[in-house]
C-alpha cells in the first residue's frame, strides 16, 4: 500500500500493512493526476461522492455524472484512473487476510470482487447518508490512538463496510438479473473486457470466459447494442490509450507496450483507425488543452 501511496504522491502512509482507509481530499496538487493500468496486491472498496472530470476506468459504465457510487477492486482487476482534484470521498484498502474468512467463502460471499461481475454501483439519495456515516466512523476509529482491542474494533469496522456494501450490492444485482438475456449478457461482457483487454483481443476468448460459443455471444452483443462485440474490445483499448497519451508521460512506444501491442506501428495504425488521428497528433492537441 505505502508502495503505491509513494507512486502517486500522496502524503499518507500506514503502519498497518493490511488495512488502510483515507480521504481523497488527502491528495494534494503535487500528487499525480492520472495512472496507467496496474494491479494491486489488497482489495479497494472506494466511496466516491463527487467526480468533477474524473474518469475511474474499473468498468465501461459512465458513472462520472452520478452524485455517488461505490467501486469494488481486488487484485485480480486491471485498474487505472484519472483524478480531478474535485473528486471526494474515501478509499478502503484491506488484504483479506485480515478478515476471518476462508478465501474461498470470502470470494463467494462478496461477489462484487468478482471479475465477471458488476464492480461499481451507484447509490441512491436515501441511501447516501448511511454509507458516509459508515466510512466516516471507521476513517475516525482508524485514525484513532491505537490500544489493546483496536484490531479487533477495526476487523469489526470492516465487517460492516462490506456487508453494508453486499446488502446495496443485492439490491442493484437484482435490477440486472431483470434485464433481457442478451442484455445481461452483454453487462457481463462488458465487466470481462475491462479486467482483461491489456491480454484478450478476441471474442473466442471472451466467450470461453462466459461459457457460450463465439456466434452466439456476437449475435448476442449485436442484438443488444446494435454494434458488433469486436467494437467493445476496442472502445476499451482506445479509452485506456486517450487516457495514456492526454495525461501520462511516457512516450508512444512505451504506451504501445503497456497496452501490449506487438509494435509502436501496430499501436499507430489501430489509433488512427478509430480516431483518424496518430498518437502524436492527438496528445499534441490535449496536453495544449491543459
Known sequence: MNDLYRHINVPVQTSNSSLHIYRFSD???????????????????SFILGFGNSELNINDQKVND?????????????????????????????????????????????????????????????????VIDIFEEFYSEYHQPRNSFSEEI?????????????DLYKKRVR????????QGLFVKYQNLINNYYLSKRSI?????LLNVTPNHLSDAIKSSTGKNALYYINQRLLLEAKNLLKYGNEDIKQIAYT????????????????????????????????
Open 259 to 290: 497496452l501490449n501491442f506487438a509494435s509502436p506501428s501496430h499501436f499507430g495504425k489501430f489509433f488512427k483507425k478509430n480516431t483518424l488521428k496518430t498518437p502524436a497528433n492527438y496528445r499534441k492537441e490535449h496536453q495544449s488543452e491543459k
Open 175 to 182: 435490477t440486472v438479473d431483470e434485464l433481457p438475456k442478451n
Open 27 to 45: 491528495f494534494t496538487k503535487d500528487s499525480i493526476e492520472s495512472i496507467q493500468p496496474h494491479t494491486k496486491d489488497f482489495h479497494q472498496v
Open 204 to 208: 473466442k476468448e471472451y466467450a470461453a
Open 66 to 130: 452520478l452524485n455517488s457510487v461505490l467501486y469494488f477492486i481486488s487484485p485480480n482487476h486491471i485498474y487505472s484512473w484519472v483524478r480531478d482534484q474535485k473528486i471526494d470521498g474515501y478509499i478502503l484498502n484491506f488484504k483479506q487476510g485480515f478478515l476471518p474468512i476462508k478465501p474461498e467463502d470470502f470470494q463467494g460471499q462478496f461477489s462484487f470482487f468478482r471479475l465477471d461481475k458488476l464492480n461499481a454501483i451507484p447509490i441512491e439519495p436515501e441511501e447516501k447518508q448511511r
Open 154 to 166: 477495526l476487523r469489526h469496522y470492516l465487517q460492516v463496510v462490506l456487508y453494508k456494501c453486499l
